[in-house]
């Protein structure tokens, strides 16, 4: 029985390297790779072997007959993928297979992050070069994205963990955590005992919608929201509050609907997941019954990878809200895109001024914007309006307005910044200095801060790829200088310089403790909600 590749699909596409027959498309090296929701597998030319299933870090390809739970339908969409693209290439050496030559000396990379950008990259140096590697961390724990990003009810995903954590232990890896470059130590202090730096530090901002009234308690971040329900040490219990019945989302791309689907998920198959204790008690009181997602134009520019909304929980109504834009739009959706996959939904007369009713509803409605937020101590309503005519806006009585409008990157202490694109100003992860036009020695970007915030947690590893192939490509040309110190004196020069440095055996001690903690309560783990905890775990704590 053939292999199908199912929502978790994260297209780091290490199952294309291990396929014996070429039958997992696109790959890196095929225009639609960096369009397509997710791999697919060729129910024709699979051969059964399971290597895929072996490769994948989030267990995403499983066997036809296997799929269970609502998941039967990937095994359609992998089939129909090939009904659309009956002819392709025979295979070919992959994107990460050529590293364009050896590298002719050893250097020393320091690498600021600890997630999915900045693992990929230490990963590649590891397995490619004789690279040392130090790995820098503001927090305590490593992960980024995977920790701190992905919705606790995507358990597959979290399981990149594993693949990271090889990085982390690497015997040419040294990690140096709490500390963070730019508030504690400078880029200078780094350089000074590293060749290379590269910064894989994401884009943690997100867009205001710039509208009277966003100021008001109950008017959300999608970020702070992500960060609050996954235990980040960065966002207080107390500074997420979600209150009413109707909860309104401006955005309709995959954050959008994981907290959509979050907030109408029956609380007890959240108990079961690694959301933080302070959220999954403040999800047990809520009286959500409607979530309402607001796109600016039409289904055909909604921004969500199907898998995301076909694997949507049971016993929740989604609908699309019937205007004109939405009737002709989704009349005439081209076969394959997210227009088409609305289409089949119910288009319905909605009427958001009145109150939601009983059962639980994802409303998406596009064509809108929100043009003023209400209320005196708290958001009491919305105003939305037809994109572009806020003369016929309408009011919306919501409790919780979140804006999900993508992230935006922040300035990098000692780096050039484009306040334009949000993102360090590079040529194939070179950083460029704008005045000169000429790169920046020895300093690197990768992820999300080098190319703004687009593509899911494999997309990092081709960017990872590109970024160390121009490390060794002027490593070999003579182009990054020698360190004037030491990578050996770095540590003890951080660890005078910063109070409470955490090494890599307190960190998995802290790790340690949390599985501990989980397995108390059935649960995959239990965040530590505070630095300070963490600390004093860790101190206490010994991993063998």
């Given amino acids: 029985m053939a292999y199908a590749i199912t929502q978790s699909c994260c297209k780091d596409a290490s199952c294309v390297s291990v396929c014996p027959v070429d039958c997992i498309h696109p790959t890196p090296d095929e225009p639609d790779f960096g369009t397509a929701d997710i791999l697919y597998v060729d129910p ?16 995403a390809p499983k066997p036809i007959d296997l799929l269970r739970g609502g998941e039967e339908v990937f095994a ?11 002819e392709h290439e025979a295979p070919r050496t992959h994107t990460w297979d050529e590293m364009g030559g050896d590298l002719e000396r050893q250097l020393t990379v320091a690498i600021v992050g600890t997630g999915p950008a900045a693992a990929y990259t230490a990963r590649e140096l590891l397995l490619s070069t004789d690279a040392r590697i130090t790995m820098i961390d503001r927090l305590p724990v490593p992960g980024g994205l995977v920790r701190g990003g992905v919705a606790p009810d995507h358990t597959d995903t979290k399981k990149f963990s594993g693949i990271f954590h090889w990085a982390y232990k690497h015997p040419r890896t040294t990690m140096i955590m709490n500390v963070e470059v730019g508030r ?15 910064y894989g530090v994401g884009a943690r901002l997100d867009r205001p919608l ?40 401006v955005g309709n791309g995959n954050v959008a609907l994981d907290l959509a689907r979050l907030l109408l998920e029956d609380p007890e198959v959240l108990a079961r997941t690694d959301m933080a204790d302070h959220a999954l008690a403040a999800f047990r009181n809520l009286d959500v019954r409607e979530v309402v997602l607001l796109g600016r134009r039409g289904p055909s520019y909604a921004a969500f990878t199907r898998p995301e909304l076909l694997m949507m929980p049971p016993g929740i109504d989604v609908v699309v809200a019937r205007d004109g834009l939405a009737e002709a739009e989704l009349a005439e959706a081209p076969e394959g895109s997210n227009a088409e996959v609305l289409a089949r939904l119910p288009l319905v007369d909605v009427d958001l001024t009145a109150p939601p009713g ?13 043009v003023e937020v209400e209320g005196d101590a708290r958001v009491e309503a919305v105003r939305i309006s037809p994109t572009g005519v806020p003369e016929q806006a309408q009011t919306v009585p919501c409790g919780t307005l979140i804006r999900s409008t993508g992230h935006r990157g922040a300035p990098v202490p000692g780096l050039p910044f484009d306040e334009a694109t949000r993102t360090v100003p590079h040529r194939e992860g070179r950083v460029i200095d704008p005045a000169t036009g000429e790169p920046v020695p020895g300093t690197y970007v990768v992820g999300w801060i080098k190319r703004g915030a687009t593509g899911g947690i494999g997309a990092n590893r081709t960017c990872a790829h590109e970024t160390v192939t121009s490390i060794v490509a002027d490593a070999n040309a003579g182009r990054i200088p020698h360190a004037p110190r030491s ?58």
């Fill in 44 to 59: 024709q030319a699979c051969i059964d072997c399971g290597a895929c299933a072996d490769a994948c870090p989030v267990a």
């Fill in 76 to 86: 359609q969409l992998n089939a129909a993928y090939y009904e659309q693209r009956p």
């Fill in 184 to 198: 504690d130590i400078t880029h200078e202090d780094v350089l000074r005992h590293h060749d290379v730096v590269v």
């Fill in 210 to 249: 710039g509208v009277a009234g966003e100021e008001l308690p109950g008017v959300l971040a999608a970020p702070t929201v992500v960060g609050w329900y996954n235990g980040a040490l960065d966002v207080p219990a107390a500074d997420v509050v979600i209150e009413g019945d109707r909860v309104v989302i």
């Fill in 358 to 370: 009983g059962s639980r509803r994802l409303v998406f409605a596009f064509g809108r914007q929100v």
């Fill in 487 to 544: 990578r050996r004196t770095f540590g003890p020069f951080v660890r005078a310089t910063v109070g409470q440095v955490v090494g890599r055996r307190r960190m998995l001690a802290i790790e340690k403790a949390e599985e501990r903690r989980g397995r108390e309560q059935g649960r995959p783990r239990v965040k530590f909600d505070s630095v300070e905890e963490m600390l004093k775990v860790s101190a206490m704590t010994s991993v063998h």
